[in-house]
């Protein structure tokens, strides 16, 4: 079945270390987003990519970063994470940009900082 | 800039009957997408139901549907027949069909009860 994967589901890494999370995607969608969620909170978006245009929120810390290697792949990259970085990151993919479309998740990971 | 409210926190059923979770939203935007997910507690966003802002009769989806009430700016979820299944977080998001971006409701806990 066409899907959002994500890879692993649970990470642990330490204060400072630098961590990447990856998403891979068999729906040949052009569009792949990013989001942070925290504890009984609503998902927070922090970036997509529009094919290879990428689209940074405003709020969102320099200390995360993506890369899109190819349309299946996205990576997020967080190069020095803190105690406040433990969250759930979703993947999530949509066909285009447009109000219509619906946003397909990966089942997410669970990121701890120690 | 878009927004999204849900007012409750934690709602209770029970098992067969119907509840309703309550969205509303605040765009300046004449076109816009409505999208309800569920996500259980193993973290997977899963789509519900979508209603367009042009849409003229109100979207259902087997035991889903959407009360829109366009003038009011509401997009209630209604699910009928609750079953112990659908304890889970639910969250309404909003997508502007000239921003990319889908945003999300701080979400409601529903919890079925036997």
């Known amino acids: 079945d066409a899907m959002v994967i994500q890879n692993p589901r649970y990470q642990v890494t330490q204060f400072g270390k630098p961590v990447t999370l990856s998403c891979s995607q068999t729906l040949n969608h052009n569009v792949m987003y990013w989001y942070q969620q925290k504890s009984s909170q609503a998902p927070k978006l922090l970036f997509h990519y529009y094919d290879k245009d990428f689209n940074n929120e405003a709020d969102t810390p320099d200390n995360f970063q993506s890369r899109r290697p190819n349309t299946s792949f996205c990576f997020l990259d967080i190069r020095s994470p803190g105690l406040g970085d433990a969250a759930m990151y979703l993947c999530a993919t949509s066909a285009y940009r447009s109000g219509g479309e619906k946003l397909f998740f990966g089942s997410g990971t669970q990121l701890s900082v120690l | 800039a878009q927004k999204i409210t849900q007012t409750q926190p934690g709602m209770f059923v029970q098992e067969k009957e119907a509840v309703t979770l309550d969205c509303t939203y605040d765009t300046s935007d004449p076109s816009y997408g409505l999208f309800w997910y569920k996500q259980p507690s193993s973290g997977e966003m899963i789509f519900l139901i979508y209603q367009g802002s042009y849409d003229q009769q109100n979207a259902t989806e087997g035991r889903y549907s959407l009360n829109f009430q366009k003038a009011r700016k509401s997009a209630n979820l209604v699910i009928s027949a609750s079953q112990l299944g659908d304890s889970a977080m639910y969250f309404c998001?909003?997508?502007?069909?000239?921003?990319?971006?889908?945003?999300f409701g701080a979400g409601t806990r529903l919890t079925v009860k036997p």
């Open positions: 998001a909003m997508r502007e069909m000239n921003n990319n971006d889908m945003r």
